[in-house]
């Protein structure tokens, strides 16, 4: 159902004509990561499924604008290149971006290879132990914050991490519990730990002072929470796990 936008309101929640949604690319399916499409090469995911259904509710057209990781869209927030996003909420983000309501309710703990001696989040935290995850993201910087005898190492993107991973140079990977589902098939043996050391919710975003897209982003987000629809979208890709955030949950 298309929401009642008038064309100046229209300009403010679309200033370039169509709606730019930002969304981070990888390896993994989560709330907040797509992936490529193995037949046309076009991003899939929770994110793309919901910017396609706000811009179909506000009218206009879609462009998806993407990048390597929800911190590099977070980076990018000042420059005008997108309208909004979806990423997890923390205290240093919101310095640069205002949420709306959650819509997922997720945690993050770690992959470890197989063979392993690490059995628990508490075993990761000890010297020389290697600690990876992707830079500038609400999960690694938890996961520095809680690790006292080792620490955690950003790289530029997921894919880049699991290519560490794959080629035995990680002990163990900061991530969200969803994406690590969905990469369990490629790292035979593999076992994600029990428990968590980060857990936050993921929001609807734009740049700092858009009160007023922000209002419509929000309400929408909130009729396809309760309406049921991102609980579909969710089981579509796979999460039939995945925490839909209660209407009205903001971090």
Known sequence: MKTDINEDLLKVL???GSLRVAIAVGSAVSAVWTTRDAETGEPRGPTVDLARLIAARI???LTLVEYPSSGAIIEAASTGAWDVSFTPVDAERKQVVDFGPNYFLGESTYLVP????????SDVDRGGVRVYGVENTATIRSSRRTLTHTTATGLASLDEALVKFGNGEVDALALGK???QSLLSQFPGARMLDGHFHAAGTAVAVPKGHTDALEVFSQIIEDLKGDGT???IFDTHGMEAATVAPVGSRS
Request: hydrophobic content about 35%.
């Open 230 to 232: 991102i609980r579909k």
């Open 14 to 16: 679309a200033p370039a």
């Open 114 to 121: 197989a063979g392993s001696s690490i059995n628990s989040i």
């Open 178 to 180: 969803e994406s690590l």
């Open 59 to 61: 009218g206009t057209p």
